[in-house]
Each structure stands twice: as structure tokens, then as C-alpha cells.
């Protein structure tokens, strides 16, 4: 590679799935810029498990460092199994969407209540350890609680002996479909994002047209828990089915170790596309006074 093209790689970098501690990451929302900015980061979407609570934060990071800092979610479905839908540049003030997150967020307290006191029952107290709160918390905080309190070895110990399903720690929570969370990014804007679409569906091609039926725009094809080739298998398909290649890092900060922001972007046409197409966007601001509750 040419000199002037390695110069130019870092200022085109950008990466679409970075969580705070306003869900499952460690860092505060502004810390997650400034990391991003310090990879190269140019351009970033901060996407919180059902939360958008964070953005505003981000986004005056961004403003402050000179990045754009898309707003954005990560939703949590069931397809019957668990499957995450991203939503990029979205309205975080959008009537349905507030509605729905609201919902999403009761539903995840008394999931997270039910769990922390089915281990409580089996002798595993993992509320002195459980930080952030039981509305925001992901099961990865409940596993992170776990090694805390010395129940676990690791994060992955703990999802194997207490989280799986027949574990002393399991409660399966209602969520939201991914129609409905499609329709409702949709509804506020944005780019619905299938992400790590590799995880648990095997069924891809099938799952991906069901997907787009709905409204669904873009694959991640890009993420740390893939390989080369399943990411190659991704970018076709999105290819043939006329839909976005994204790609994200993941990062959670310290609760996730090893994973940097921008680490998964590379020169690659289908992301320069996506790049342009973000770009093409109208910039998003937000009202000095927030006029409604953002969760």
C-alpha cells in the first residue's frame, strides 16, 4: 500500500456498533468517542441495547472532537431465537419509538430482577456486585456480577453454568419482534441493521429475505466474531439483495477486553458505499431542551 493511501485509511475508517455504560459497555458515552477518535474513528454510531440515553453525551463528544456521531440503537428481537437489530440515524424523539422503549426498558427490569433473584435463591447474591441498574443492565452485566462475586471463573463461565436455558439463572424476557422493531426504526428515520447476523441463524439467506420483506436495509458483515469468509458470504449476499454492508467492533470497553473501535472497517467498495450513503444524510441535531424522555 502506498504511503498517501495508509495516510488516508485512518480519516475514512468508521465503525457502526459501539456500546456505553448506558447499557453493557464500561465507558461513558463522551469516553466512547474519544476512544473511537483516538483509533482513527471518523464516523460512529453509539448503539445501546433499547437505549438511547447516551446520545446526546455522544454526540457533543463528537461536536467537540470533530467526528460524526450517528444516533443509533441496538434492539434486542426473538426470531424465535435472539437477534439483534440495529437502527443508524435515527429520531431518538420519534413518538413510537420513545413508546416502544419504554416498554423494552420495563421489560428488562423485571427480567433482570427475576434473574438476579432466581441466582439469590441458589445462593449466588449477585446484586452488591450489579452496577449500572437493573432497568439498563444486559445479561453480560449479570455475567460480569457473577465474576465479581467470585460464582464464576469468567464472563463466559457464567453465561454457561447459570444464563442457558435450564440454568438456575434463566428467564426467558418478551420482546419485541423483528418486524415490529424494523417497522419502528424505520418509523424514526433510520437503517435497520441486522447485526452479527452470523450468530446462532443458520438459515441466512432464507432469514435475510424474511428480513428484508420487512423493511430491514443493511448486514454487518463486518464484526469481531466473524471470520474472513463468513464476512465474504455476508457481503454477497447483501450484494444480491440490494441491502448495506456495515461494520462494527462491538466495543464494550473494559467489559469486553481486546476489542478497539474501527478494528473490523477496512478499504473494502461495499463500505465505501455505506460510508457514502451515511454521508449523503442530513446531519442530525438535537433540541437544546430535550422535549421528551429518552431511554
Known amino acids: 500500500m502506498k504511503r498517501s493511501e495508509q495516510k488516508t485509511e485512518p480519516q475514512t475508517s468508521f465503525d457502526l456498533h459501539l456500546h456505553s455504560n448506558c447499557s453493557d459497555g464500561f ?3 463522551a469516553r466512547v468517542v474519544e476512544q473511537a477518535a483516538e483509533c482513527g474513528v471518523t464516523l460512529l454510531a453509539l448503539t445501546d441495547h433499547d437505549s438511547v440515553s447516551g446520545v446526546r453525551e455522544a454526540m457533543q463528544a463528537g ?8 444516533p443509533a440503537i441496538e434492539m434486542d428481537t426473538e426470531w424465535p431465537h435472539e437477534l439483534h437489530i440495529l437502527g443508524l440515524d435515527i429520531d431518538i424523539f420519534e413518538p413510537g419509538l420513545v413508546l416502544a422503549l419504554e ?11 427475576e434473574i438476579a433473584e432466581r441466582l439469590k435463591s441458589a445462593g449466588y447474591d449477585i446484586f452488591p456486585f450489579l452496577t449500572g441498574g437493573t432497568e439498563v443492565a444486559t445479561r453480560l452485566n449479570i455475567a460480569i456480577a457473577l465474576v465479581a462475586g467470585g460464582f464464576a471463573e469468567s464472563t463466559r463461565d457464567a453465561f454457561v453454568r447459570f444464563l442457558r436455558k435450564g440454568c438456575p439463572g434463566y ?6 419482534t423483528p418486524e415490529e422493531v424494523i417497522s419502528l426504526i424505520r418509523g424514526a428515520g433510520g437503517i435497520p441493521v441486522w447485526a452479527h447476523p452470523m450468530h446462532g441463524h443458520p438459515e441466512i439467506h432464507a432469514l435475510t429475505d424474511q428480513l428484508k420483506s420487512f423493511g430491514l436495509m443493511g448486514l454487518e458483515a ?7 469468509g463468513e464476512a465474504d458470504v455476508l457481503v454477497s449476499i447483501a450484494r444480491q439483495k440490494k441491502l448495506l454492508v456495515t461494520c462494527g467492533s462491538d466495543y464494550h470497553g473494559a467489559n469486553r ?3 478497539l473501535p474501527g478494528q473490523t472497517w477496512r478499504v473494502h467498495p461495499a463500505l465505501c458505499e455505506c460510508r457514502a450513503a451515511l454521508e449523503a444524510r ?14
Open 27 to 29: 465507558d461513558a458515552p
Open 63 to 70: 461536536d467537540r472532537l470533530g467526528l460524526r456521531v450517528l
Open 103 to 113: 416498554q423494552a426498558r420495563t421489560r428488562r427490569g423485571i427480567r433482570n430482577n
Open 171 to 176: 428467564f426467558a424476557v418478551e420482546r419485541f
Open 222 to 228: 463486518y464484526h469481531p466474531s466473524m471470520s474472513e
Open 257 to 259: 477486553p481486546g476489542v
Open 282 to 295: 442530513p446531519t442530525r441535531t438535537l433540541p437544546t431542551r430535550e422535549s421528551g424522555k429518552t431511554n
